[in-house]
């Protein structure tokens, strides 16, 4: 049987990971500048996160949320402290899309509505309600209707306004540092207006950190650059580095009724075991503080960069804008420098999502061959 084909791939067979690097099956290291879609936080294998998984493997790898499962309620402690949403609610799952999904339902059981703004760029999930909130009209099928969707442009406050004047909105979902689409931001302004619409209208402030969180930005959550309070916030990839969990942070005045949201595999211990280790590993590490410093640095040498149009992002989320499509430069990356870096949905634009371990030395070997390519 073959693998249905979902991405072009490179002719690469990785087996095993340690830090910032991936080894193919001939023993070639790759240094990791994409983290498989941001997903790596702490490094492949980190070896607190693999004794962690371990140890829970050997007590209670699964079961259902009909019971208590203590170590949910320590990752949600961990995540309230080191997240400052200690007075939130968590709810588990397993998928970034599934996230996105269940942050809808809790918005549109919450003011019982269903008109939803999202933005132009988005990439929110490929489930029926995430890919109705996602820009991208390749990957939506006519089953995924999003005719109850508004979307809109970043930053334009006129439309915004006009659109909660003439709807009664259900939602507003936004990403705080869009990814897939190249590393773009709204303005600080933009994020308060809609904090402040989303307030006086009854509606919910969806922020997806799925990609811009867990530190990756230079705080735990992107949107805190804006000083704004989001009524739920989607999580996922860095979230596990690499073990799939996933879930929603959901304010104080949303109140849970059962059977309102549910999983069979979300919240499962291994998950949060893995999950728990993330977060002591930055905390122990103090890698958001690393991010800051070393995303400081990675921004600085992009700027020395030849022909280079643009520069976008924080911390270590990083787009890079050519003047010509980087699907070459990608491909001489791999192939003769051995460096994974990432695309994005314009053909010019290259993103940079390293783990949050990633050090100096490693952005010079990064700099060092992408001025070899060129």
């Known amino acids: 049987m073959k693998l249905f084909d979902v991405y072009p791939l490179f002719n690469v067979n990785l087996v095993k990971g340690e830090g910032s690097y991936v080894y193919?099956?001939?023993?070639?290291?790759?240094?990791?500048?994409?983290?498989?879609?941001?997903?790596?936080?702490?490094?492949?294998?980190?070896?607190?996160?693999?004794?962690?998984?371990?140890?829970?493997?050997?007590?209670?790898?699964?079961?259902?949320?009909?019971?208590?499962?203590?170590?949910?309620?320590?990752?949600?402690?961990?995540l309230g402290q080191l997240s400052g949403y200690d007075n939130y609610s968590l709810f588990l799952c397993n998928s970034g899309a599934e996230a996105v999904e269940?942050?809808?339902?809790?918005?549109?059981?919450?003011?019982?509505?269903?008109?939803?703004?999202?933005?132009?760029?988005?990439?929110?999930g490929r489930t029926s309600g995430a890919v109705a909130v996602t820009d991208n009209p390749k990957i939506k099928p006519p089953v995924n209707d999003d005719s109850h969707v508004i979307f809109l442009d970043f930053n334009d406050e006129a439309w915004l306004k006009r659109a909660f004047a003439e709807n009664e909105i259900c939602a507003v979902i936004i990403e705080p540092i869009q990814g897939v689409n190249?590393?773009?931001?709204?303005?600080?302004?933009?994020?308060?207006?809609?904090?402040?619409?989303?307030?006086?209208?009854?509606?919910?402030?969806?922020?997806?950190?799925?990609?811009?969180?867990?530190?990756?930005?230079?705080?735990?959550?992107?949107?805190?650059?804006?000083d704004v309070q989001p009524d739920v916030i989607t999580m996922a990839k860095g979230m596990g580095n690499g073990f799939p969990i996933a879930g929603i942070l959901i304010h104080p005045k949303i109140q849970a009724k059962y059977g309102m949201l549910g999983t069979t595999f979300g919240g499962a211990p291994l998950a949060c075991a893995a999950g728990l280790a993330v977060l002591e590993v930055i905390e122990q590490e103090r890698l958001i503080e690393n991010t800051i410093e070393v995303g400081q640095y990675l921004l600085e040498q992009c700027k020395q960069l030849p022909q280079v149009k643009d520069i976008r992002g924080k911390g270590l989320m990083i787009g890079i804008k050519f003047n010509f499509p980087i699907k070459e430069l990608r491909e001489k990356l791999v192939y003769e420098h051995h460096i994974f870096v990432g695309n994005s949905n314009h053909p010019n634009t290259l993103r940079l999502l390293p783990s949050l371990t990633i050090t100096k030395a490693e952005v010079d070997l990064l700099m060092n061959a992408i001025k070899a390519s060129l």
Do not use: M, W
């Open 102 to 124: 269940n942050a809808l339902k809790v918005a549109s059981f919450h003011n019982n509505r269903k008109k939803v703004i999202a933005f132009r760029g988005a990439f929110h």
């Open 24 to 78: 193919d099956d001939n023993g070639t290291q790759y240094l990791d500048f994409y983290g498989g879609h941001a997903v790596i936080s702490i490094g492949h294998a980190h070896p607190y996160y693999v004794n962690k998984l371990e140890e829970q493997i050997h007590q209670l790898s699964f079961y259902s949320n009909s019971v208590h499962i203590d170590i949910q309620q320590k990752l949600a402690d961990k």
């Open 182 to 226: 190249g590393i773009y931001e709204p303005n600080v302004s933009f994020l308060q207006l809609i904090q402040t619409l989303c307030n006086e209208h009854n509606a919910l402030f969806i922020a997806d950190e799925i990609q811009c969180g867990y530190g990756r930005s230079g705080k735990f959550f992107a949107h805190q650059f804006a």
